[in-house]
């Protein structure tokens, strides 16, 4: 009897792990940005985040994705809100800076150097990172555009992480996807960016270790 009875209980154990196995808890990301991931002039469920982490849902990818986007930040905003930007636990965080540096014309080294700190910083913690990059708009001359349009490429093989081109893709040329003030992407065009990214985000995510949903 007893030999029975341990049997029964062994085999219960191993059903608690089989279905821990199969059913790991979402991924923690998070999004580091400005008013483009932030959602600005949209409705709290139209923002970037929100629609990223429906869009992986329906590609079978559990996620909890915390909005970490600041309207109006620039890069050295968003390295010193950091630590508090972040909490604890986050395995991934996707960078989306640098737009707000380049349209007040600042100096790319400081925008290059606060985007490397939140890189080193957030590779300290263990989190990984998926930069998002950015260009100069063409007014702001060649010398700039070429400094600027450089940082992402050049930080992304610096430290080995993933890199997306552009955030903008898809909607930076296209004022129907733009609300008023021909820079935000209307909810139309957060959908555009969602779609134009998600290859890239499943790539990424597919190179986390999944989380145990505890016992």
């Known amino acids: 009897m007893f030999l029975l009875t341990m049997a029964f209980v062994l085999a219960g154990?191993?059903?608690?792990?089989?279905?821990?196995?199969?059913?790991?808890?979402?991924?923690?990301?998070a999004v580091l940005g400005d008013s483009l991931t932030a959602g600005y002039g949209l409705p709290a469920s139209a923002a970037f985040p929100v629609r990223l982490q429906q869009a992986l849902k329906e590609k079978g990818i559990a996620a909890e994705i915390?909005?970490?986007?600041?309207?109006?930040?620039?890069?050295?905003?968003?390295?010193?809100?950091?630590?508090?930007?972040?909490?604890?636990?986050?395995?991934?965080?996707?960078?989306e800076l640098g737009a707000n540096d380049m349209?007040?014309?600042?100096?790319?080294?400081?925008?290059?150097?606060?985007?490397?700190q939140i890189i080193q910083r957030l590779k300290a913690r263990g989190i990984k990172v998926l930069l998002c990059g950015m260009y100069a708009a063409p007014n702001l001359g060649e010398p700039y555009g070429k400094a600027f349009n450089s940082i992402y490429p050049d930080l992304a093989t610096k430290y080995g992480v993933a890199l997306y081109p552009f955030f903008l893709d898809g909607v930076a040329d296209n004022a129907a996807l733009k609300q008023a003030d021909g820079l935000h992407p209307t909810a139309a065009g957060v959908d555009v960016i969602v779609q134009r990214i998600l290859p890239s985000v499943e790539a990424f995510v597919k190179t986390l270790p999944p989380v145990r949903a505890a016992l």
């Open 103 to 116: 349209l007040r014309g600042i100096e790319p080294r400081v925008t290059r150097a606060a985007l490397d």
């Open 66 to 95: 915390v909005n970490a986007g600041v309207s109006g930040d620039t890069a050295s905003g968003g390295r010193d809100r950091l630590d508090w930007s972040i909490p604890q636990g986050t395995q991934a965080v996707i960078v």
């Open 13 to 29: 154990f191993g059903g608690v792990a089989m279905a821990q196995t199969a059913n790991p808890a979402p991924l923690k990301l």
